[in-house]
């Protein structure tokens, strides 16, 4: 079992900046992917940024450019660094983790964290 709490989220001006964390425990798996969700009300949710075992990134084209997704395995812990913040990326974020380590599996979720940014 692994268990993903988020924090840094808040309300900041447009052009601002945050840097959102996740940290993990349990039983993580040594081949996973942690990913950074958002999601607003009337929206579908957004892949925003995902980040491998190996540090190989992936980011939605409404964050490229402004976000980096990073990690520190020795804290087991998985960061989204937001620049330039707009109002549309208002949103509740969440932090996933998917292992992947044969026969076993899991997908696990944060409870997620309010981003605002108002207009």
């Known amino acids: 079992q692994v268990q993903l709490v988020e924090s840094g989220g808040g309300l900041v001006q447009p052009g601002g900046s945050l840097r959102l964390s996740c940290a993990a425990s349990?039983?993580?798996?040594?081949?996973?992917?942690y990913g950074w969700y958002r999601q607003a009300p009337g929206k579908e949710g957004e892949l925003v940024a995902s980040?491998?075992?190996?540090?190989?990134?992936h980011y939605a084209d409404s964050g490229k450019g402004r976000f980096t997704i990073s990690r520190d395995n020795a804290k087991n812990t998985v960061y989204l660094q937001m620049n330039s913040l707009k109002p549309e990326d208002t949103a509740v974020y969440y932090c996933?983790?998917?292992?992947?380590?044969?026969?076993?599996?899991?997908?696990?979720w944060g409870r997620g964290i309010q981003v605002t940014v108002p207009s």
């Open positions: 996933n983790d998917k292992g992947y380590n044969a026969p076993h599996g899991y997908d696990a």
């Open positions: 349990g039983s993580i798996f040594s081949i996973n992917m």
């Open positions: 980040i491998t075992s190996a540090h190989s990134t």
